[in-house]
């Protein structure tokens, strides 16, 4: 969430800022509205003085005997009318703070400006890209292998479930246990192991909300959300608390399932495991010091490309440009992982540096000093990383001539095979 006197002091950037993002938050009504609220608070404040300055004179009256009878009902209209604005003033500003929960995060002045996809920046490539001679995708890799079945997952869930079988199953839960050993060991994560359900302050505390409700799956008798990404339990961990200046930056992470209605992705590629309303990530979050959050970016995308590169998956960097960068987030890497079935650059990945946005609206704070004021922590995260375009990235290019999948050598302790044979 955006600072209001922020907001106040760059109206013209902060619409600027909304139209960079292709975002639709509306300002109209934010300086009617400004002016409403100054006008109550100095009709408020005129009314307040008067009502002093008359009560003295009530006072001098009763002490000296007189009749302030007059004066007395005289000030229970201006007490009314200070109560009507009063009202007034509280409607405004509970009006101005929806229009704020609604402005997208101000972008870095690293984000390039543009409008779609077409005009994110590659940053590098990693990893050789060797063509795939059976021309097979990871949906009839995984039916020869039989490891995956998305048609029963329709019959009992509907499309973008699917179940996974034998191997397959031990193979993805194989991808889950290193990421989360690799973070741990390497890169000097904690483990958590969160809630899968949130509720409402969780889910607005880190952006979904109001935005993005139609893309969650809500149970509303309960008013619980199912988690989108684990981003929203471990960052809302410690919601309304101040964090010590020493524990910074302090690096969590978690596997959760992820659930999404993809409410948007109509016409998009959907097929398989490239567009599912339920997978399984790894999710890294970073509290960091403001002076050093961008810093934090660029360690938090090694991160998550170190596992590709301990995978052997050709991937390559992107910056996303204005247009392409999520609501919340300041500035964002994909990560674009290359399945040789598909013949495309998947996104597997995104590392974005929320600044202070996620922080104001979920109340996280830092101390320098015990005595020091509270500052906004800056919030981080990135996928580290989910693992369904990774799986089926794995089946296709590990794909070998005799139908069988062979499994990268990082996975083999974990999975307890080195491949897995076409039946």
């Not at 950037?13 to 609220?37: C, G, H, M, T």
């Not at 995956?148 to 889950?176: C, H, M, N, T």
Request: with cysteine.
């Amino acid at each position: 969430m955006l600072d209001l006197k922020f907001v106040r002091d760059n109206f013209d950037l902060v619409k600027e800022n909304i139209e960079r993002k292709n975002e639709k938050a509306d300002l109209s009504e934010f300086l009617l509205l400004e002016e409403k609220r100054r006008e109550f608070i100095q009709n408020t404040e005129k009314l307040k003085n008067e009502r002093n300055v008359v009560s003295k004179e009530i006072s001098n009256l009763k002490r000296t005997g007189g009749n302030a009878d007059n004066l007395i009902a005289d000030m229970k209209v201006v007490s009314d009318k200070i109560k009507e604005f009063d009202d007034n003033l509280k409607e405004v500003e509970l009006q101005i703070q929806d229009i704020i929960t609604r402005l997208p995060n101000m972008l870095a002045e690293f984000v390039p400006v543009g409008k779609s996809e077409e005009d994110n920046k590659v940053i590098h490539h990693w990893g050789e890209i060797v063509p795939q001679k059976l021309k097979m995708n990871h949906i009839e890799i995984s039916k020869a292998l039989g490891i995956l079945d998305f048609e029963r997952g329709a019959k009992v869930s509907g499309s973008g479930f699917s179940f996974y079988i034998g191997k397959g199953a031990k193979l993805e839960r194989a991808i889950i246990d290193f990421m989360i050993d690799y973070h741990v060991e390497k890169h000097g994560y904690t483990e958590f192991w969160s809630p899968f359900m949130v509720n409402e302050a969780s889910m607005f505390g880190t952006g979904q909300l109001p935005k993005m409700a139609e893309d969650m799956y809500f149970a509303q008798e309960d008013g619980m959300y199912l988690i989108p990404t684990a981003e929203v339990p471990l960052t809302n961990y410690h919601r309304d608390e101040i964090l010590n200046f020493e524990e910074l930056p302090k690096k969590i992470c978690g596997y959760t399932p992820c659930f999404r209605r993809e409410s948007g992705s109509y016409g998009k590629e959907v097929h398989g495991f490239l567009r599912v309303h339920q997978f399984n990530k790894v999710e890294m979050v970073n509290f960091a010091l403001p002076e050093n959050s961008f810093e934090q970016l660029e360690i938090l995308t090694n991160e998550a490309e170190d596992i590709l590169k301990a995978l052997n998956v050709p991937y390559r960097r992107i910056l996303l440009c204005s247009g392409d960068t999520s609501f919340a987030s300041a500035m964002t890497y994909d990560l674009e992982i290359w399945a040789s079935g598909e013949e495309k650059w998947l996104e597997v990945s995104s590392c974005s540096n929320f600044i202070d946005f996620q922080a104001r609206r979920a109340n996280i704070r830092f101390k320098r000093t015990p005595s020091s004021k509270p500052e906004f922590v800056h919030t981080l995260n990135g996928s580290g990383v989910a693992t369904s375009r990774l799986y089926a990235t794995i089946l296709e290019n590990n794909l070998q001539e005799d139908g069988n999948v062979i499994i990268p050598e990082a996975l083999r302790p974990y999975c307890g095979f080195d491949k897995i044979e076409a039946k």
